[in-house]
């Protein structure tokens, strides 16, 4: 708006300068007698003729006074017009009324002088024109070249003047040229209306001679305004303005106002021919007479301007050097104040902007650029931000926009109220209940190819149903406060940043909305969200410095190409851009959520950071995602998730998590509880929100760490041969098989299926079996209270404690324990009965050894029973091990225990007991089969009885081998044989 300086139109005021016209031929002289009149001249009238007439006056033949006005004339001659003298040549002196307490050279106390070649005097019809009275005249006829002078520097030349003496008017109709406080000018025509009485003239304005100058009309101005406020230092000497109507020109030089009519033109000069320009129907010039301009000498530049005012619709303005074109329906200019005001229909354009509204007023300061400015009523504002190409921007509101210095700044304050709506290019927009912006300016003055002038954004607040639209997503706050600053551009093509619309979003992309998915935004929301955008310095994208969101965060974002839907919710959300361009994210609630698809994080507090691709959560939280397979390595059903819970931290390093205190883990229908979990993902995860993935995450590695304890389900349907389900469980599922393990520390790599366990720790197996045709035998029976739907079927159970490790493979179905290995098996009544080893009960049985090796094999049969039809011997169910998928009919597992070292063992099967010690022993579900054997010079010793009631017979032998089905037992290099009496 920097255009509108030419509203700085001080001394307005013009004058028409032009060389003295030739005398015109004179008349015929009179007679010899008529040349002496017989009246002599008033006093005075050698006082004003010594001051402001030439040297003739001060003799003129013919004098006198009418009214306050003196005439002055020279040789008469006769004339062919009836009652009427000519004078050459002639003058007048007009000196009203004035302050006798004026200093001499007030401009109250200035004449005005009219000099004219020649004077046609009119007199009444009854007048002697042989000796007419001068008191008796009428009026005159200026003839030849006339001039007219006055306060203030005032000067009109012309030539063909009319003197009306009851009007006291001095016109003319032919081309006049003016000079005026320094100001010049040409017209047609002018007219000079001659103050009277000062009597009533205005209060602190001084009176003068001159009530009012017309210039008739083709006005022609050069106003010089070096001294005025638009050129403080006085660098424009050279500068003159030009004012140009087509209509007149109305000085009132007691008001000091000019107005101009009917098509002014106002040009101002800024450069090589560069112009400012204003065009209007009507102006008013306001002037004041400067402080100390009181001398005659001083009468050239005397007054300065104060205001104008231009009106006619369209009020029209340009400036070429700052590209700029306004119009409005009224204009007005202060030069004290330097505020320039626009009314009505206001529309203004420049090199990369446009406005529109009704009411501007804006203030200038001592650098010239616009200082304040305010727009009352409805109005929008468009301009282009730098860039390749440039990016447009829009701002509308309904109730008014303002511009202030931001008080301790240097910086500007823009506001805009009554729901303003700022757009950023076509697809983003900001809309509130108000916004405030702050500018910054450079050093770089506003004008022709800078655009805005070293200007730069440098903060936006955004108060009230605030709501943000981008190609990302929407937002919707209470508050929105951005800080912008510039980036190096090194920065900004080295670096993968991520980058905004305008408004604060979670990116470009891969996660960006492609205009296939415009309906699969991002929505955001908070009370309030607080962030640093950089600004490239050639325009361009903003890019994300920090964003910090407080107060019911929530983010949603629906699933876009190579990018997982997500949501976040919680009280406090922080994104801060971290070195190599990628960004870290922090998130606080109660609790705190971070969803990615299927996988969800929740805590006190979450932080991820995607450089480095580290991350934690403090305090208890919860992760749960979904698995496509078992920890058996079985394919999981449908729907099947992981959940873990700890209740210190968790920490993700890259590809290691760690679950600390109190970890909670589980899959399906198991759960393992330890201190620690530590997690070796296959890869590391991508934590940048904008382009999330994790459906493609599995486990590598599982730690398991101190006092791991495991409990396991499975369940089967009813009525049904099918497969045994780990998961979710229909209403005609019952339960099939419960496993519970002890462990100091157990590690399963996933890969592989291997698993290591640390002791000292137990496992513990409940499995369904076959309804017995006959009861149990007695057995001592420990019963744990579980809530489980039971019914009259066996149990197989199987425990086996070891001392310090286990190690195993899931899928070729092995394990080994260390140290003190005792194995107990057994069948119960229901799940949580176990079996004592010192009262064995029948179908029971137990093994101590140094080393368990325990081996699983799947054979193609579905059944497994001893010969009397009970079923067979319970599998061992590995900590690790999941549920059966083959079809029971087409498969079965076999169980084969291997104990070595120091391998005691008993049992209570098929109506037989036996008792055995030998180096090694081993047993065999499907052949039903129990091998004792030792090494070198040691003998396996055998004790067994067929019936409760029978001696225990004694066999050492170097191998044993003995049936559980035919009870026989075969002997390999036998050392003796007996029986064992019973005791008394």
């Excluded at 000085?251 to 033109?265: H, I, K, W």
């Excluded at 440039?390 to 700044?409: D, F, I, N, R």
């Excluded at 955004?462 to 190096?488: C, K, N, W």
Aim: with cysteine; aromatic share 6%.
């Amino acid at each position: 708006m920097s255009g509108l300086l030419l509203t700085s139109l001080s001394g307005a005021y013009s004058g028409i300068v032009s060389s003295l016209l030739a005398v015109p031929e004179r008349d015929r002289p009179l007679k010899e007698p008529a040349m002496d009149f017989p009246s002599g001249p008033p006093p005075e009238n050698a006082v004003r003729a010594q001051r402001y007439l030439p040297e003739w006056a001060v003799t003129a033949r013919w004098q006198g006074r009418w009214g306050q006005t003196y005439f002055f004339a020279g040789r008469q001659m006769a004339v062919d017009e009836e009652s009427a003298v000519r004078c050459a040549p002639f003058a007048l002196v007009h000196v009203p009324d004035s302050d006798p307490a004026l200093p001499r050279g007030n401009p109250g106390k200035v004449p005005v002088v009219i000099l004219a070649d020649s004077a046609v005097v009119r007199f009444p019809d009854s007048v002697d024109l042989d000796d007419p009275d001068p008191r008796l005249a009428v009026g005159c006829r200026l003839d030849g070249a006339v001039e007219v002078t006055g306060p203030d520097g005032l000067a009109i030349r012309g030539e063909n003047f009319r003197f009306d003496r009851e009007a006291m008017l001095v016109a003319s109709l032919e081309p006049v040229q003016l000079a005026w406080s320094g100001h010049t000018g040409r017209a047609d025509g002018a007219e000079v209306h001659l103050g009277e009485s000062q009597a009533t003239k205005p209060a602190g304005l001084p009176a003068g001679p001159v009530r009012a100058v017309r210039l008739i009309r083709n006005v022609d101005l050069q106003m010089s305004l070096s001294r005025q406020v638009d050129d403080p230092d006085g660098g424009n000497q050279s500068g003159r303005w030009r004012i140009t109507c087509d209509g007149s020109m109305v000085v009132d030089p007691v008001q000091l106002v000019a107005t101009l009519s009917n098509s002014v033109q106002v040009r101002r000069p800024t450069g090589t021919d560069h112009w400012d320009s204003l065009a209007c129907r009507q102006l008013t010039l306001q002037f004041r007479r400067r402080v100390g301009a009181m001398l005659e000498s001083d009468g050239q530049g005397s007054l300065e301007f104060v205001q104008f005012q231009a009106s006619g619709a369209p009020v029209q303005v340009g400036s070429i050097e700052n590209d700029l074109e306004a119009q409005a329906n009224w204009l007005g200019y202060r030069a004290d104040a330097g505020t320039i005001e626009l009314q009505g229909d206001v529309a203004a354009r420049w090199e990369r902007g446009q406005l529109s509204t009704q009411h501007v007023l804006l203030s200038r300061g001592k650098d010239g650029r616009i200082q304040r400015a305010l727009c009352r009523g409805a109005g929008t504002m468009t301009w282009k931000q730098p860039g390749n190409p440039p990016v447009p921007v829009t701002a509308g509101w309904s109730k008014q926009m303002t511009l202030a210095p931001e008080p301790g700044t240097n910086q500007d304050l823009v506001v805009l109220e009554g729901k303003p709506v700022a757009r950023y290019r076509t697809d983003s927009a900001l809309t509130a209940d108000s916004i405030r912006i702050w500018i910054s300016r450079g050093d770089v003055p506003a004008g022709r190819g800078n655009g805005v002038g070293g200007t730069r954004v440098t903060r936006l607040i955004a108060r009230d149903q605030v709501g943000v639209l981008t190609p990302d997503g929407y937002v919707h706050t209470a508050l929105l406060d951005m800080a912008f600053e510039p980036i190096s551009a090194r920065k900004r093509a080295g670096e993968k940043s991520r980058r905004l619309n305008g408004q604060p979003t979670l990116g470009s992309g891969p996660g960006r909305v492609r205009p296939d998915e415009q309906g699969k935004r991002m929505e955001f929301w908070a009370e309030s969200i607080r962030g640093r955008l950089g600004v490239p310095p050639a325009g361009g994208e903003l890019a994300l410095l920090e964003v910090v969101t407080e107060g019911r965060v929530g983010l949603s974002r629906p699933a876009q190409q190579d990018a997982d839907p997500v949501e976040i919710t919680g009280d406090r959300v922080r994104i801060v851009e971290t070195d190599g361009g990628g960004h870290g994210l922090t998130i606080v609630g109660q609790p705190a959520v971070l969803r990615s698809g299927s996988h969800e994080i929740n805590g006190p507090s979450i932080a991820v950071n995607s450089t480095s691709g580290r991350g934690s959560v403090d305090g208890s939280g919860t992760l749960s995602m979904p698995v496509d397979r078992l920890l058996s390595g079985d394919p999981a059903p449908p729907g099947t998730r992981l959940k873990v819970r700890w209740d210190e931290k968790l920490v993700l390093d890259g590809k290691e998590i760690s679950f600390l205190g109190g970890v909670k883990s589980e899959l399906a229908d198991s759960r393992v509880d330890c201190d620690q979990l530590d997690v070796t993902l296959n890869r590391s995860p991508d934590l940048s929100v904008d382009t999330t993935r994790w459906h493609d995450i599995e486990f590598k590695m599982l730690r398991f760490r101190h006092s791991v304890r495991l409990t396991r389900y499975v369940f089967t349907p009813v009525g049904e041969s099918g497969q045994q389900h780990t998961s979710k469980r229909g209403p005609r599922s019952h339960l099939a098989e419960i496993l519970k393990a002890r462990l100091a520390n157990l590690q399963i790599d996933m890969v592989t299926r291997d698993s290591n366990a640390d002791g000292p720790g137990w496992i513990q197996t409940w499995r369904r079996g076959r309804r017995r045709q006959g009861p149990l035998a007695p057995a001592a029976l420990a019963r744990a209270n579980l809530p489980l739907e039971l019914d009259a079927a066996n149990w197989q159970y199987l425990r086996i404690d070891f001392a310090r490790g286990s190690q195993g493979n899931i899928d070729r179905g092995f394990a080994t324990f260390d140290d003190q290995v005792q194995v107990v098996s057994g069948q119960v009544s229901r799940p949580g009965d176990i079996v004592d080893p010192d009262r064995l009960g029948r179908d029971s049985g137990w093994m101590q050894c140094d080393s368990l090796q325990v081996t699983q094999e799947r054979i193609a049969s579905n059944k497994s029973e001893s010969p009397d039809g009970r079923p067979g011997s319970a599998s061992l169910v590995l900590p690790v091990a999941g549920a059966t998928t083959e079809p029971a009919s087409a498969t079965r597992r076999s169980l084969t225990l291997q104990a070595r070292g120091d391998a005691t063992g008993a049992g209570r099967m098929s109506g037989q007991s036996w008792y055995g010690r030998a180096e090694t022993i081993s047993f065999n579900e499907s052949s039903g089969q129990v091998v004792l054997s030792s090494l070198g010079s040691q003998k396996a010793t055998l004790w067994r009885r067929d019936r409760e009631d029978s001696p225990f017979s004694r066999v050492d032998a170097q191998r044993l081998v003995m049936s559980i089905r035919t009870k026989e037992v075969i002997l390999d290099r036998a050392a003796a044989t007996r029986l064992v009496p019973k005791r008394p």
